[in-house]
């Protein structure tokens, strides 16, 4: 089994920060891309930022130059950081891993359960 567990979410002003984490753990062999993906309601879930493991990124147009995507090999962890946030940024916020587990030669994406960022006008 692989397990992803995100942190860092919360209540913030327009203009504030968070730093959001994604740690990976469970049966891991190999992780690939990592990424962040947000949901707000009623809306469908859209790709924030993602990072190969060699750390190339990439980001949604409505977020350059405010987040940050950067990951950790060794702790099988993922960061983003939010900068000037909007109140359009107010969303779920899901990490994304894709997972080579030891029990397969596959690979394949698993999710996390998710963390609340609101931002407040």
């Known amino acids: 089994q692989v397990q992803l567990v995100e942190s860092g979410g919360g209540l913030v002003q327009a203009g504030g920060s968070l730093r959001l984490s994604c740690a990976a753990s469970g049966s891991i062999f190999s992780i690939n891309a990592m990424g962040w993906y947000r949901q707000a309601p009623g809306k469908q879930r859209v790709l924030v930022a993602s990072i190969s493991r060699g750390g190339n990124t990439d980001y949604a147009d409505s977020v350059k130059d405010r987040f940050t995507i950067s990951r950790d090999n060794a702790k099988n962890t993922v960061y983003l950081q939010l900068n000037s946030l909007k109140p359009e940024d107010t969303a779920v916020y899901i990490c994304?891993?894709?997972?080579?587990?030891?029990?397969?030669?596959?690979?394949?994406?698993?999710w996390g359960q998710g963390t609340q960022v609101t931002v407040s006008s």
């Open positions: 994304n891993a894709n997972v080579r587990p030891t029990y397969s030669n596959s690979r394949n994406d698993y």
